[in-house]
């Protein structure tokens, strides 16, 4: 029988990882004081609201880290800079929070408006915000932490009886970014009891439309405890020798021009120093298989 080129695997068991989700919910709701309930947190604080004693008291006893606006926060470049440092070195954080992602979101928007003056048309003050953000899921994807996006929320729109209407709330942010993570949670006071209602859920233990009490216990009974507190191991960076190698076989070898475009785009990375080490080698096999053979 011929050696198929199909390149698909057999399914494996996987391990569920940290969590990585996006809450949402009016002001005063719990938001901020649920995302500091997680193991060690690494609180980037956009909006200048976490500085006050209670939570940097629950931060402190979390064994978590504050780095707020005068810290770069409201700059994407410094938070991706940040991220990227969590993910490539050791340390004893195990939960990133970004409160909030709307905030850092329309800050780019209002900074390329304001760049664009007369010439912003057809959306365009959107389009490097919308860049950083995939830039963002791209290193949340890496990322070996907990992650809780926290947002804002919005009036979802739909047609009700042929009238546009308001069909409820969604995240107050780039709009496929719900999509983009494991879970969606929206939160809601009910009288007295706040809770977390899942919207959107690859997860089989948060199927949509539940509810739980917005505590720390109950998410983690249904996660699993265990994996929230695993320590985060730091990825390996394409390392100098492999980056030189592949500029020399780029020299080298015949390639289609988007070829490492593809690649990029493959690894979710940026550019070449985003890819790790395995990636690399990839890169670097594939590249010289396409050497020319030596005659004899």
């Given at each position: 029988?011929?050696?198929?080129?199909?390149?698909?695997?057999?399914?494996?068991?996987?391990?569920?990882?940290?969590?990585?989700?996006?809450?949402?919910?009016?002001?005063?709701?719990?938001?901020?004081?649920f995302g500091l309930s997680f193991p060690k947190p690494y609180y980037m604080d956009t909006e200048g609201g976490a500085d006050?004693?209670?939570?940097?008291?629950?931060?402190?006893?979390?064994?978590?880290?504050?780095?707020?606006?005068?810290?770069?926060?409201?700059?994407?470049?410094?938070?991706?800079?940040?991220?990227?440092?969590?993910?490539?070195?050791?340390?004893?954080?195990?939960?990133?929070?970004?409160?909030?992602?709307?905030?850092?979101?329309?800050?780019?928007?209002?900074?390329?408006?304001?760049?664009?003056?007369?010439?912003?048309?057809?959306?365009?003050?959107?389009?490097?915000?919308?860049?950083?953000?995939?830039?963002?899921?791209?290193?949340?994807?890496?990322?070996?932490?907990?992650?809780?996006?926290?947002?804002?929320?919005?009036?979802?729109?739909?047609?009700?009886?042929?009238?546009?209407?308001?069909?409820?709330?969604?995240?107050?942010?780039?709009?496929?970014?719900?999509?983009?993570?494991?879970?969606?949670?929206?939160?809601?006071?009910?009288?007295?009891?706040?809770?977390?209602?899942?919207?959107?859920?690859?997860?089989?233990?948060?199927?949509?439309?539940?509810?739980?009490?917005?505590?720390?216990?109950?998410?983690?009974?249904?996660?699993?405890?265990?994996?929230?507190?695993?320590?985060?191991?730091?990825?390996?960076?394409?390392?100098?020798?492999?980056?030189?190698?592949?500029?020399?076989?780029?020299?080298?070898?015949?390639?289609?021009?988007?070829?490492?475009?593809?690649?990029?785009?493959?690894?979710?990375?940026?550019?070449?120093?985003?890819?790790?080490?395995?990636?690399?080698?990839?890169?670097?096999?594939?590249?010289?298989?396409?050497?020319?053979?030596?005659?004899?």
């Open positions: 029988m011929a050696t198929s080129k199909l390149k698909a695997r057999e399914p494996e068991e996987v391990q569920p990882g940290h969590s990585k989700m996006i809450i949402f919910g009016p002001s005063g709701v719990g938001k901020t004081w006050l004693k209670h939570y940097q008291a629950r931060l402190k006893e979390a064994g978590g880290a504050y780095m707020g606006p005068s810290d770069g926060t409201l700059d994407f470049q410094t938070v991706l800079s940040e991220i990227q440092t969590l993910a490539t070195e050791t340390h004893p954080y195990k939960t990133l929070i970004i409160d909030s992602i709307t905030k850092l979101y329309q800050t780019a928007i209002s900074n390329e408006a304001e760049k664009l003056g007369d010439k912003d048309a057809f959306g365009a003050s959107k389009k490097p915000a919308i860049a950083y953000m995939r830039r963002l899921v791209a290193w949340i994807d890496k990322l070996d932490m907990n992650v809780v996006l926290i947002a804002h929320e919005a009036s979802e729109w739909g047609l009700v009886n042929g009238q546009r209407s308001e069909v409820g709330k969604e995240p107050d942010v780039w709009n496929k970014l719900i999509y983009e993570i494991d879970l969606g949670l929206h939160c809601q006071k009910r009288g007295p009891q706040r809770v977390a209602v899942v919207r959107k859920s690859r997860l089989t233990g948060f199927p949509e439309g539940e509810s739980f009490n917005l505590e720390f216990a109950d998410f983690a009974s249904r996660y699993g405890k265990d994996f929230i507190e695993a320590e985060a191991k730091p990825i390996s960076l394409a390392t100098a020798e492999q980056l030189a190698e592949i500029a020399g076989l780029l020299e080298t070898v015949r390639v289609d021009e988007d070829f490492i475009d593809k690649c990029l785009k493959k690894f979710s990375a940026e550019a070449l120093p985003e890819v790790n080490e395995t990636q690399a080698n990839a890169i670097i096999t594939a590249l010289r298989k396409k050497l020319p053979t030596p005659t004899k």
